[in-house]
């Protein structure tokens, strides 16, 4: 399927006055399914409506080999935009939960939000070194949202993990090499520096901002 094709289903609602034929050909119903296919795709991405005659004269614009009205390339950006905007309004509660929590959360006493916005209330001072961005560490850990729910926890599995300081989420890249051996924070990792649009998995949705207690065990040679 071509991005020119797909690029015209961002119009309004899909008209209830195109006739309905009944599906006798292989072609038919081949052409049928991979309609339903698309449309329930991009219905379950979020669009509620499309401009079926517009798509439909795609289709033969392409298979005509006649001048589409737009290159590949618009085709990619327009898609990207519109998707990226309609992905954002159906999270903007989550979004609005995150920067509310955050604006709150860094009047607190004791809490430091940096440049990039990660916050950080340090619960016990380290006496080692520090970790380069290179360097491999070990880490104790718990993670929950922002309603408390463990996510993902190396205290509650009882084992420390390693990895190295550039191999994991933008926040704790720019936390780790703040700490120092032996200190434990509170990480508030905005969702732009944990795992942004997409999320992770199943149990971390998109737009979530999260919070880590991290212990810096070691910097492993």
């Given amino acids: 399927m071509t991005l020119a094709v797909l690029t015209v289903m961002m119009s309004c609602k899909v008209s209830d006055k195109m006739e309905k034929k009944e599906l006798t050909t292989e072609l038919e119903k081949v052409s049928y399914s991979l309609g339903v296919n698309v449309a329930r ?17 795609a289709i033969s614009d392409v298979f005509a080999k006649d001048s589409v009205k737009v290159s590949d390339e618009e085709a990619q950006t327009i898609l990207r935009t519109f998707f990226e905007a309609l992905k954002s309004k159906k999270h903007e509660g989550k ?4 920067t509310d929590f955050l604006a709150a959360n860094g009047k607190k ?12 209330e340090v619960l016990v001072e380290g006496t080692g070194e520090m970790p380069k961005l290179t360097d491999k560490v070990k880490t104790h850990y718990h993670g929950t949202k922002l309603d408390g729910t463990v996510f993902d926890s190396s205290v509650q599995r009882g084992e420390p993990i390693s990895f190295p300081v550039n191999g994991v989420i933008a926040g704790w890249t720019e936390a780790l090499q703040l700490m120092k051996v032996g200190a434990k924070w509170r990480l508030f990792i905005p969702y732009n520096l944990a795992y942004g649009e997409r999320g992770a998995g199943q149990q971390i949705g998109p737009f979530e901002t999260l919070i880590f207690e991290v212990e810096l065990l070691d910097i492993e040679k």
């Avoid at 979004?95 to 995150?98: A, M, P």
């Avoid at 006493?109 to 950080?120: F, H, N, R």
């Fill in 41 to 57: 795709y991009y219905q379950n991405e979020g669009m509620d409506s499309m401009d079926a005659s517009a798509f439909s004269q």
């Fill in 95 to 98: 979004v609005k939960e995150g």
């Fill in 109 to 120: 006493e004791g809490v430091i939000t940096t440049a990039s916005g990660l916050q950080y």
